[in-house]
């Protein structure tokens, strides 16, 4: 095989394993960069790890919870956004406990506190959590508990319940932190996970540039050899030509004599 050939090949094979690199749940899946992975199921690791569902749909597993769907990931301003498969953010709001995991609320929180009372009082309940005999709410912590009700548990969440937010995934949007590590100060407290498939997927354009040129000044030297030896090659017969026909020269008096 030629070798600018060899060089070329080399160069298209790093550029498919460039976009390899990004692992997603099927053909239409969110696609998958460090911190986070992924595996085929889902582990009690409450860290970066995601597991696909019915082919397309990328989850995540909270311990002591259980799992939510991604709807999307912004690597950029670390954005975590999920979906409660139940429909039922408040749910996840009350039972989701973040402070195992390196993840925590992307919008400011405040304490609200969860009432679950036996007859309606003022205000709108909490649907998905409310049924026949029981009337789930979210108040300010200041509220007096009426006689009717009972306190839950209060928590810090984005946003205490209201009819106008109907969207389930609203205020399911988390942001996630890194370890820094000890040899090293950062600004802001984030440290970029170095592992060998994250750095291989920053130096990939490098090096795939690195070979494209290669190529391409392995491409100009083989053409400029190929040029010498033409020339050479030319020159060679043209050389020949002059000495057999000097030598006809030579010898056509001979043949007159």
């Not at 030629?2 to 550029?15: A, D, G, M």
């Not at 889902?42 to 991604?70: A, E, R, S």
């Not at 043209?238 to 008096?253: C, G």
Request: charged share 15%.
């Amino acid at each position: 095989m030629n070798t600018p050939f060899i060089f070329i090949f080399i160069f298209f094979f790093i550029l498919f394993l460039s976009y390899s690199e990004a692992t997603k749940c099927g053909s239409k899946g969110l696609n998958i960069k460090s911190p986070f992975t992924l595996s085929p199921y889902h582990n009690n690791d409450p860290n970066f790890n995601l597991y696909c569902q019915n082919t397309n749909t990328t989850m995540i597993h909270f311990p002591f919870y259980g799992n939510l769907v991604v709807k999307s990931i912004s690597y950029n301003t670390r954005k975590l956004n999920l979906i409660d498969p139940k429909s039922c953010v408040h749910e996840v709001f009350l039972n989701l406990n973040l402070s195992l995991t390196p993840f925590r609320y992307y919008y400011v929180v405040r304490n609200y506190t969860y009432l679950n009372c036996s007859v309606p009082i003022n205000g709108n309940s909490i649907p998905c959590l409310s049924g026949y005999g029981h009337h789930v709410y979210t108040v300010e912590p200041t509220v007096k508990v009426p006689d009717s009700c009972r306190a839950i548990k209060t928590v810090e969440i984005p946003f205490g319940y209201s009819s106008y937010l109907s969207d389930n995934s609203f205020g399911l949007g988390l942001t996630w932190e890194l370890p820094k590590r000890d040899d090293e100060d950062g600004d802001d407290g984030f440290e970029e996970e170095r592992t060998w498939v994250h750095l291989t997927t920053k130096k990939v354009p490098m090096i795939a540039g690195l070979v494209l040129l290669a190529a391409v000044g392995m491409a100009m030297k083989m053409k400029i050899l190929y040029t010498k030896k033409i020339s050479v090659s030319n020159e060679d017969m043209e050389n020949q030509f002059s000495e057999d026909l000097l030598a006809q020269q030579h010898n056509i008096p001979q043949a007159l004599v």
